[in-house]
């Protein structure tokens, strides 16, 4: 019950400094990648970790060098890997 607490508080804090669609988008697309390309517990929880923590830093890149908003450009690039795990999903299930 205090997890769910803590993560309530901070879902609620961070929407309120970052935005909902950033929020929402840190909350569940690297986990959602994650979940499509690992097969142990342990991959699944470092690689959205590594996801959630490396692809906003890029997007934060991206939208100082060809001036885009921060938080789209994040957004955009997290749902990019998303898209990017569930056709490689895809084509390793098609393949077996």
Do not use: K
């Not at 988008?25 to 690297?30: H, N």
């Not at 590594?50 to 060098?65: D, H, N, Q, R, V």
């Amino acid at each position: 019950m205090g997890l769910n607490l803590l993560v309530g508080v901070a879902a609620a804090s961070a929407v309120h400094e970052i935005g909902a669609l950033l929020t929402f988008a840190l909350l569940t697309l690297p986990a959602m990648a994650a979940l499509l390309v690992t097969t142990s517990m342990r991959a699944t929880f470092m690689t959205a970790v590594g996801l959630g923590a490396t692809l906003p830093c890029i997007g934060l890149a991206a939208s100082f060098y060809f001036d885009l908003p921060a938080g789209p450009a994040s957004v955009a690039l997290l749902s990019i890997s998303a898209l990017a795990a569930a056709l490689l999903d895809y084509t390793v299930r098609a393949t077996r």
